[in-house]
């Protein structure tokens, strides 16, 4: 069945984003402060039937891939287990997860045997001081333990996901670039977006001279990698090596956005730097039928705006991250 998720703008909407917590066990200077007890009642999560039955009803309505993400989705209970159930939906065609890897290396064999078919591993630096500093943590070693597993668990390509922050962690581009080309996994340099306090306080570094750079020094031509991901990637001729930008204040890419984000507790977030929202919590405790959720999908994705304006208006999206759902 082709999707019947349009959006208003044309845009097909087939990728959903799914936090399975909003707890994380890291304080990233550009994600959740220090001290911060925000986070939404366990009472309030959707458990697992409530979330097979949603990604199930989204699936019959087109959606092909989803993203388990977070606050950091290793921490939920038995992980393991609803990454398999949702990877058994019909029509689900690609189950993937975002994790900052502290928790990796006893999960990796796990979410593999699951079906979770591929990782994107949260990696600012590979000084142990910095890391500390930027995820205001010291668990370097553990992250690259959990490397470490994913690889001997099989998982192929593993794409490293660097927030490039201007005077803290740029001068180690190139650093980061020799790693990922030595171990076999993919780059992805993200800008830090303006969301909550600590993503207005990051020091927002411009991807695009970067680019450039990289391109001249490396010989990197355009090229296009499986995922349904905002990144523009270049490689090396020989296929070997790729780096993926992800700049949405530089270069938007919301002429092109096919996902939303879906929270802890239901909330159907249609863009990362815009207010419009739908709640399915509710609907699914009261025992709606499969055509009321169904519908109440389609009037979901017809609130999804056209673009974000973390440019224009900075300060408009207080919410954090972690509270949106990676």
Not at 100 to 119: D, I, M, P, S
Not at 125 to 154: C, K, P, Y
Not at 208 to 226: C, D, H, N, S, Y
């Amino acid at each position: 069945m082709e999707s019947g998720l349009v959006d208003q703008f044309g845009r097909r909407i087939d990728y959903v984003r799914l936090s399975v917590t909003d707890r994380c066990d890291l304080r990233c200077s550009y994600c959740m402060p220090e001290g911060f007890t925000g986070f939404e009642e366990p009472g309030h999560w959707l458990n697992f039937d409530e979330i097979v039955r949603l990604v199930g009803a989204f699936s019959r309505l087109g959606v092909r891939r989803i993203r388990l993400t977070g606050g950091e989705p290793l921490l939920r209970r038995n992980i393991a287990e609803l990454a398999g159930r949702i990877a058994a939906l019909p029509g689900i065609e690609d189950l993937s997860l975002s994790t900052n890897a502290t928790q990796l290396e006893r999960h990796a064999r796990a979410l593999k045997a699951a079906g979770v078919t591929r990782l994107n591993v949260s990696l600012d630096s590979l000084q142990r001081e910095r890391v500390t500093q930027i995820n205001g943590r010291d668990v370097l070693a553990r992250v690259m333990s959990g490397l470490d597993a994913a690889q001997e668990a099989g998982f192929a390509p593993i794409k490293i996901n660097m927030v490039a922050l201007r005077g803290t962690n740029d001068d180690e581009i190139d650093a980061m670039v020799a790693f990922c080309m030595a171990r076999g996994f993919i780059l992805r340099l993200i800008e830090a977006m303006p969301m909550g306090e600590t993503g207005r306080n990051a020091e927002y570094l411009d991807l695009q001279p970067v680019k450039e750079r990289l391109r001249a020094q490396f010989g990197l031509i355009e090229t296009i990698l499986p995922g349904a991901g905002p990144a523009r990637y270049l490689g090396t001729a020989d296929g070997r090596f790729n780096i993926g930008f992800i700049t949405p204040i530089s270069q938007h890419f919301c002429e092109t956005c096919n996902r939303i984000r879906i929270a802890v507790d239901g909330t159907a977030y249609m863009c990362l730097g815009q207010e419009e929202k739908f709640e399915f919590r509710t609907l699914l405790r009261d025992a709606c039928s499969d055509a009321e959720l169904e519908a109440a999908i389609l009037h979901a994705i017809d609130l999804k705006p056209e673009r974000h304006e973390f440019r224009e208006v900075p300060y408009k999206i207080l919410r954090f991250m972690s509270m949106t759902g990676g």
